[in-house]
């Protein structure tokens, strides 16, 4: 009956999807609705995805995307709504329900076997026949590869493949299974750019065969590429659907900027409360010339970046998560090796290099880093909030005397925080792990800055946090400011990040492509530079 | 002539000692490498032996002993799959407690009921020869005039090898094991390979139990597996879970102890506890120098929760 409808009135639209008129969608998402504890992932999302189509899923860190596609592919349950495969209606209750349904997805943290090799990788789960046979299996895989125009040596353990050659199995294993519905979560972020050739052809491919596709990626320019359809979420709504109509019709530009509006644009800008006049002085404290961080896998996470940082200024640094902003943060605090460049802290009063010397030597010449894994690197959640207060000066005076602790020292300072920054505990002995989030940040602000420090770095200082408390940090760091520390700060939060810094640097895939001033970074600009679209 | 009988007699006796822990430690392999580590196996040994011994006594039927020792050595695996994989309870607390449990309760039954007399089965003979095969020099008396038992296990480590290596259950065990989240997102149920591998664990680990009971001895006594069940934990990490290599190491196990007691048989003068020591002490030294780089399965221990990293 409604393919009947859809047939008789082809112009008809879906929520502003343009449907096909000829064609029956593969899949049909109605009104998709996920919580998790704390948040709305997914607020009744509408999705269709039609044969021989790539439908490109656009949004900030934390819009919904991930959430999405993983109840597609049976990972989560949704709280609310329908999903109908080829017009039937399906509840997937795990990622084997989804295969049996065509789908096949390559998850954005890879799904493989460490300690397997390629082609028992390919197979496992498919449980075809009892006895496992290698040797067919190899065969019938490398004839997959040579389809699609890929090679890997199915004999090799995926544990020793690079990452790019990782996400080939990843997709030999799904092409393995002739999906009708492919599935792709960030494939493009480990790849070198011949190896994202590699992997356009083979979508489009795919797409050729009558194949739908639904393809998320922070990189506008991949998804002016590809795309048939696009759709943008934000904040787990979604906001806004470019049609094939308007693909075809439209030049990149125009696109483009519709999109960017979407993402970003139309937020009417709060207003600063309380007078605020930021006092930069001239005096650079801390200088990073042309660092390199490599992450675990040897890949460089952060490249050649240099940055001066001003007393009295706060620096807000931008970009899609996983740019290599934490990694940036975790270096100049002492955690992570830098592996080439170097940090030097001071200029007047004579340099200090604090290249790779270590967390220890970080804190004592006063950088401060407050992490945005509150509860797991943060605090210590089995110890008292007494406890978590003086855990940077627990071996100074006067918190110990010969090795032994001085409670009354540390209650009295623990005390003096409480006031100071009004966390709300009944006593300071009660275990910081049963803090509220916004709680567990005003200790960890307050620790930090006990030490008085003269950087503080700051990653998503208000994610998670109600507004009231996330007033009170944003009060607390420009006091700071105010006061001749300079501040670093991470934020997915665009408009956090606004209003709070004085200049504003953007991180695209490692590099600081442009550090702008405050006047001159508008959501619009930030946001094109965050993917990657350089002005 | 006489070497050979010495050594015949050695291989042969140190076989039949290993095969309890041979069992328990092929069973406990398939477990852990499912990513299961079960700290109970000693005392589902206990709890296979004494409800072994205690049906063969009652019914006659050694092979209903046996039976019942598979049986309540299966469910108990059935219970710890429910604690550790179902409610996601921590396994190192489970395995212990259900060790101490199973200690305690054998040896409360044992007194309970057999208190007074100390019964012990009668002594049948208990080997079963093979025609021509047995009368093989050195080899027919180690490998063919044995308890059924003894050739069951002997034909169990091929079969147990082929099944983890050349089938498509035994893939999914391996992946289980070591990435669930992958494992499931390639379609394998990680619970259901996981309960498989804890029953199966405890089904080979009270078959192991009453092989002591029903096999070896005739004889129930409490805590009759002197931590065996222990040496079988150590037994699968040091054959790197691998059937073949399990069997080695546990043969060579057995050897030490049989060694240890033909060193007391000869009367030399050192004393009985030290050299009982000996096997002991080999496996901690074996763990030392095979042991170290040992890679365990990544995700041993750590129950499942779809959608996390």
New interface residues.
Partial sequence: MKTQLRINQPDLKGEGTGSPSNQEALVQMRGITKRFPGVVANDGIDLDLYPGEIHSLLGENGAGKTTLL?IL?G??QPDEGTISVRNEVVHFK???DA??HGIG?V?Q????????SVA??V??????????DLKGAERRIQRTMEKFGLTIDPHLQVQYLSLGQQQRVEIV?VLFRKPKILLLDEPTSVLTPSEVGELFRMVKQLRAEGVGVVFITHKLHEVLELSDRITILRNGQRIGAVTPEELANQTHEEISNHIVQLMFGGVPEEETEGTYAPRVSEEIVLTLEGITILDSQGVAAVRNLSLELRAGEILGIAGVGGSGQKELLEAIAGQLPVAQGNIRLGERLGEIDLTNKGVPFAMKMGIAYITDDRIGEGIITDLSVAENSVIRRIDKRPMSRWMLLRWQAIFDFANSLIGAFDIKVPSPQILAGTLSGGNIQKLLLARELSADPTVLMCNQPTHGLDVKTAQFVWKTLREQASMGAAILLISSDLDELLKLSNRVGVMYNGELLEVLSIEAADRETVGRLMLGERS | MEVEAFITVLLSASLRASIPMLLAALGEAYNEKGGILNLGIEGMMLGGAFSGFAVALITGSVFLGFMTGVAVGAISGLIFAYLSVTLKLDQIITGIGFTILMVGLTGFLYRYFYGRNFPTLGVSKKTLAIPFLSKIPVIGPVLFDQHVVVYLTLLLIPLLHWILFHTTFGLNIRAVGETPGAADAAGVNVAQIRYLVAVFAGAMAGLGGAFLSLGNLSLFVPGETQGIGYIAIAMAMLGKWSPYRVFIGAWLFGMVESLAVGLQIIAVPVQPEFILMLPYVGVIVAMVFLARNARLPAKLMLPYERGER
Avoid: M
Avoid at chain 1, 109 to 116: D, G, I, Q, T
Avoid at chain 1, 123 to 131: D, M, P, S, V
């Fill in positions: 993983n592919s990972i989560h795990s990622p084997h295969l049996e997805t998850y943290h890879f799904a493989l076997v460490p300690n397997l028992e990788n197979i496992l789960g498919l449980n075809t026949a009892w006895i496992l294993k």
